[in-house]
């Protein structure tokens, strides 16, 4: 079992920088809270005694999406897996959609991949066994499945792999989810994105889950190669949360040193004022700017839920800490509104 940390809205949105302050606040707990026992111990000081630059410094924004991708990608995982009519009847009607043996499915059912997890310990291992020696999975277009075990196990070694992937599953490796069905016996890939202009489809690519956007409504439609499920979000939240994690990874990446971003993860203009304010403050505990955050931000806008998910987490979710002191001004955060 794996403890994961999930972020969700719990009210509606007061002012949008307030909101952006309450977003941002989470994600940079989150970002502190996936240091693992050898971050702490080349930092030499305590989770609590960490620096904004010294986060910036030991972040892997290029490895690890974070909170923005996997965040999203595990929230939809456990949806599917809790039987949450919001994502699983969508999920259900794209299947439908994409081939007639799924047609009339009412409970879809959820198997976590993603090729960077393979590599850990047991993992694959994991998920072969949990689809089953019957399981097969359905390519693109007409003609007999693939066996499960077999391919995915080619699969796990991500890019490097796809010369050896047949040629009606040649993406395979960049699934993020196995979806099926009651049964449980056919599976297809599905690629999930908290920004839809981010999906990239391919052969053996047969779904992608994402949240509505201003220029893409909520629903289920053939695009670019990918049966969509684009789950409804009314209140424009996961914008908001996309600006806000854009506004915290631009300034990791500057205290960092790191490469900047793509052009399409750019903060607003608002989000650009947020990332000034927290480059401001290289040196002051990350914990002080998370509560200088929310004496800023709208307080109650952010649900922390943490939950329990099955044997597909890896072991890399487990946090130790060790320690040692460091001084810095308290930080302060101006209102954007």
Known sequence: MGDVTFLSQAEPVDEYGRALYAVARSIIRAQLDQLGRDDLTDLN??????????LSKIARLDRDKGMRGDGFEWAVHEAIVGA???????VARAMGRMSQKFNGMQVPKSLLFGYERAKYLGFLDAVVEDAGDSAVLLPDGQGRPF???????????GQRA???LADRIKKIWKTDLFFTDEDGFRYSAATIKSNWRQLESGPGLRIGVVP????????VRYQNGLWLAVLPDPDGFMGLFNDAYSSVASAVCTLGRHAKPPYYVKPTAKG????????KYPTAKVVDIEDALDEAAQQNLIAVDHKLLSVQAPKWLHMNETRTPIIAPRPRFETLD
């Open 45 to 54: 000081c305590d989770r609590s005694d960490v620096t904004m630059r010294q």
């Open 84 to 90: 949450e009519p919001s994502v699983s009847d969508m």
């Open 147 to 157: 066996g499960f075990g077999p391919w995915v196990t080619v699969a796990a070694q």
């Open 162 to 164: 796809e010369s050896r």
């Open 212 to 219: 509505e956007a201003k220029d893409l409504k909520a629903g």
């Open 272 to 279: 650009q004022r947020l990332q000034a304010q927290l480059e």
